[in-house]
């Protein structure tokens, strides 16, 4: 959702963030904003004495990162953006600036200063307008910037070591991120808490009304651009005949007739391009870049080349479409895993997601490349890949191949739950129940995770034998092991074990409907009167239809998601009443029904 009107306004600029923080980019994200990321090359090294106030600099920072950006993308690859959004976020105590701390003794001597006191965090800002006179880009800029007060507890040295070593100070302005960890050492918060995470949204939104939704035409002089850029600026539908990049132009052709050009379809071309991004990150991830980057590791592409046994050359343009990406942060000394990459990609890291990207890289890739032939054909390219029946498969995931493409599926199942089996286990109290079985359970992540949050419940997770031979390898050490067991067989043509709560999570949305009906009607059956079901599957929205776990689903061969009407009809049907749906904000959102 849009709440302001001007982030609409936008829609048809080519709006730029020359920004690598992933809390930047997450921020516009959610504002609705559609941007794309080009992170500076700016070496952020001016001289802080030269500055008669540390907004001064951070603003001068800012204008910096975006003008670089705005300059590349005009010269390198004649994409003038219309708009560059540039940011600097900085700390200051008793007149020092703090950025971004080097080292761990560096983070130490910074958060030490900031224990028990309360700091500024200035974020400057820049808006870069770009518009092209010849082959000239001419930029006209905006500034502003904001503060935050930020009051510290006083932390104990085994704190503020153990914060360190979390390696989350890194790549943070003082060394602490307050929307993470760090937010344990903040007692106090003065103003705009999104200014801390490196973006004053509510301020930039402000600024933009200012600019293109004016209360008057002249209301609005001395902060902005000159009158006359600002009228070109605003509403694009009154803009036609302007040489404005990105908007309908009008031109006069040769013969004197008027021609009309369609605005630049900047959407359709970052379609066309989205392969490549794609195909950077799961290659990085298969050559084991973002482990070798581990532990806020920082090295040249040289030493990354001899690390993952590659060239030098490729693999400086592998570490370099990374940053581009903003997967990898480039400095001095190289290049470092950011902590978008640290959290997710390294293979070690608890939410990993390797075994989902090796999943995609090494079958659904293949799978996409066969597309033409799947829709010339009609058919599914599973079934053509593998020969085999679709409804074989969405029964029995040993049919998929091998072993290992097993294991392989598993994993990439596996990091995908543990993305939303938390937030699955606390959408309803679930306390009443004594015993749970999840149907499809596959690697037992959402059972430890209900087994985590209700200590009285014996969860039996419920999968094919092959699956339950294999799960063993993924059950977390330590974990609530009493209370979880598994149990192998069928869930379509066996009998299903007893329990107070029936789960299905294993994409029932995109099982076909006629399989999903006949496991509705098994699990109604045996599901005694106040015992209960819970459906982990993403709901749709009730208007649009659409949700943001949709998966393509052309290669899905049965598609759909449900609406809350839609569970609720289904599982009446199926004798199941109170129906509730609680929209985790996850991947997959959580129905729960009582028989
Ligand atoms: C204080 C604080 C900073 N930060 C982050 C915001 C910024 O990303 C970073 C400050 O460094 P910046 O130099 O402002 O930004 P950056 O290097 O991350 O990205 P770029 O230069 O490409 O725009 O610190 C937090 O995430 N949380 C916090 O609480």
Redesign the pocket.
């Known amino acids: 959702m849009v709440l302001y009107p001007v982030i609409g306004k936008l829609v048809h600029k080519r709006v730029v963030l ?7 980019r997450e921020i516009l994200n959610q504002a609705g904003l559609r941007f794309e990321v080009v ?2 090359r ?1 070496k ?1 090294k001016l001289d802080k004495s030269s500055f008669p106030t540390p907004y001064a600099y ?1 603003i001068e ?2 204008k910096q ?1 975006a003008l670089e950006v705005a300059h590349r993308m005009h010269s390198k690859d004649s994409r003038t953006a219309d708009l560059v959004i ?6 200051t105590i008793a007149g020092l600036i703090l ?2 701390p080097v080292d761990k003794q560096d983070a130490y001597r910074m958060l030490s200063r900031l224990s028990g006191k309360e700091h500024s ?1 200035f ?1 400057g800002v820049t808006i870069v307008h770009c518009s092209r006179a010849g082959r000239q880009l001419q930029t006209e800029v905006l500034e502003f910037y904001e503060e935050t007060r ?1 009051t510290f507890s006083e932390l104990s040295e085994e704190m503020l070591w153990a914060y360190i070593h979390s390696g989350e100070p890194m ?4 060394g ?5 960890l ?1 937010g344990m050492l903040v007692e106090h918060v003065r103003g705009d808490f999104l200014n ?4 004053p949204l509510n301020h930039f939104c402000k600024k933009l009304s200012q600019l293109y939704c004016p209360p008057t035409p002249d209301a609005h002089q001395e902060s902005i651009p000159a009158v006359g850029s600002v009228e070109k600026l605003r509403d694009p539908e009154t803009l036609t005949g302007q040489a404005n990049a990105g908007e309908g132009v009008q031109q006069t052709a040769c013969n004197g007739t008027v021609e009309s050009q369609p605005p630049c379809p900047w959407g359709l071309l970052d379609l066309i391009h989205g392969f490549k991004g794609s195909k950077v990150l799961l290659t990085a991830c298969k050559l084991k870049v973002f482990d070798v980057l581990k532990d806020g590791a920082v090295l040249s592409a040289a030493d990354v080349a001899a690390k993952i046994d590659a060239s030098v050359h490729g693999t400086e343009w592998l570490l370099e479409g990374c940053a581009e990406l903003g997967l990898l ?1 480039r400095c001095a000394q190289g290049y470092r895993n950011t ?1 978008l990459a640290s959290v997710f990609l390294a293979s070690d890291a608890e939410y990993s997601l390797q075994g989902f990207i090796t999943l995609c890289n090494n079958h659904t890739w293949d799978l996409f490349t066969h597309l033409e032939t799947a829709v010339r054909e009609g058919g599914d390219q599973l079934r053509l890949l593998s020969g085999r029946q679709t409804e074989d498969l969405f029964k029995d995931p040993v049919l998929i191949g091998s072993e290992e493409m097993l294991l392989q599926w598993m994993r990439g199942a596996h990091d995908l739950a543990k993305l939303s089996a938390q937030a699955l286990a606390k959408a309803f109290d679930l306390s009443r129940f004594k015993s749970a079985c999840h149907l499809g359970g596959c690697t037992g992540t959402l059972a430890y995770r209900l087994a985590q949050a209700y200590p009285h419940l014996q969860v039996t997770v419920f999968d094919l034998p092959k699956v339950i031979e294999l799960a063993p390898s993924f059950h977390p050490c330590g974990w609530q092991a009493a209370q979880v067991s598994f149990l192998a067989g069928d869930i379509f043509q066996d009998g299903l074990p007893e329990a107070e709560l029936y789960i299905l999570s294993r994409d029932p949305y995109s099982w076909p409907d006629d399989v999903l009906q006949q496991l509705l009607s098994k699990v109604s059956e045996i599901c005694k009167p106040g015992c209960a079901l819970l459906i982990a599957g993403p709901v749709l929205d009730e208007e649009r239809q659409t949700t943001r776990a949709q998966i393509p689903m052309l290669l899905r061969a049965h598609s759909g998601g449900r609406t809350t009407q839609g569970y609720e009809r289904l599982l009446r049907a199926h004798g199941f009443h109170d129906v509730r749906v609680v929209r985790t904000g996850g991947l997959l959102d959580a129905v729960l029904a009582t028989r």
């Not at 540039?86 to 700390?91: E, F, L, Q, R, Y």
């Open positions: 020359a920004s690598a923080s992933p809390r930047r992170p500076s700016f952020e951070a920072t800012a990162k540039g940011a600097d976020t900085i700390v950025e971004k965090v974020t930020v790549d943070k302005a003082g602490y991120g307050i929307q993470a760090g801390v995470v490196g973006f942060l902590e």
